[in-house]
């Protein structure tokens, strides 16, 4: 996975909770590197590996973890890192369903890069059926990336991990 994911993780765990939890962290984890470059590419193990060793350190849940992880991917380092992508929409489900297509843009000169795949089904006008795949496996990151996306524009969206591939998203 690229390291800008870790990078996040470690900005994250520093800024939130203090240099110290994520030197805990990253004890925990062989072969952590010192500087982790967004463009890195980070073998998946080692970022799962990071994110148990995270839930140890801090005492929290995956589900907490990834929560957290998403409000700040979204609302503080991608606002630094990748604000362009913000620039076209202004609200959560065009944001969402914009979601496969910036992973494609994002990722397709990058080698090495294996984005998620996202797709859509519209169960009425409000309920979304947002359709995961990934061998990653990163479901609860997805759910908590989301909510990130609700508290960025502002909208009460109700979240459900129907299944290891399915999420469904109401809107208001
Ligand atoms: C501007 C916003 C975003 C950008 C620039 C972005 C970019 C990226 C990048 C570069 C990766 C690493 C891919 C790789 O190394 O193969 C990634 C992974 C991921 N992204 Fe995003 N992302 C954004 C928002 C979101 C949102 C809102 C979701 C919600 C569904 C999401 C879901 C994921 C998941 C679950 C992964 C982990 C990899 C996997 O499951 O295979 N991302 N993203």
Same mark, same amino acid.
């Not at 962290?25 to 982790?36: D, F, L, S, T």
């Not at 997805?142 to 809107?171: C, M, P, R, W």
């Given at each position: 996975m690229k390291g800008t994911i870790l990078r996040c993780l470690k900005e994250l765990v520093e800024e939130k909770f203090g240099v110290d939890k994520w030197r805990a962290v990253a004890a925990k984890?062989?072969?952590?590197?010192r500087v982790i470059l967004p463009i890195s590419d980070v073998p998946d193990a080692k970022v799962i590996e990071a994110v148990q060793a995270t839930c140890d350190v801090l005492g929290i849940t995956l589900q907490q973890a990834a929560d957290a992880f998403g409000d700040y991917w979204v609302n503080v380092y991608s606002q630094k890192y990748y604000s362009s992508f913000y #620039?076209?929409? /202004?609200?959560a489900r065009d944001f969402i369903l914009s979601m496969d297509k910036v992973h494609e843009a994002m990722t397709s000169?990058?080698?090495n890069a294996h984005p998620p795949k996202f797709s859509y089904a519209w169960k009425?006008?409000?309920?979304l059926i947002f359709d995961y795949t990934s061998n990653r496996g990163l479901i609860d990151f997805a759910v908590g990336l989301l909510k990130g996306v609700g508290i960025h524009y502002n909208t009460n969206l109700k979240i459900? #991990?129907?299944? /290891?591939?399915q999420i469904e998203i109401i809107f208001p």
């Amino acid at each position: 996975m690229k390291g800008t994911i870790l990078r996040c993780l470690k900005e994250l765990v520093e800024e939130k909770f203090g240099v110290d939890k994520w030197r805990a962290v990253a004890a925990k984890v062989e072969g952590m590197p010192r500087v982790i470059l967004p463009i890195s590419d980070v073998p998946d193990a080692k970022v799962i590996e990071a994110v148990q060793a995270t839930c140890d350190v801090l005492g929290i849940t995956l589900q907490q973890a990834a929560d957290a992880f998403g409000d700040y991917w979204v609302n503080v380092y991608s606002q630094k890192y990748y604000s362009s992508f913000y #620039k076209n929409t /202004d609200n959560a489900r065009d944001f969402i369903l914009s979601m496969d297509k910036v992973h494609e843009a994002m990722t397709s000169n990058l080698e090495n890069a294996h984005p998620p795949k996202f797709s859509y089904a519209w169960k009425d006008d409000k309920t979304l059926i947002f359709d995961y795949t990934s061998n990653r496996g990163l479901i609860d990151f997805a759910v908590g990336l989301l909510k990130g996306v609700g508290i960025h524009y502002n909208t009460n969206l109700k979240i459900t #991990k129907l299944s /290891d591939k399915q999420i469904e998203i109401i809107f208001p």
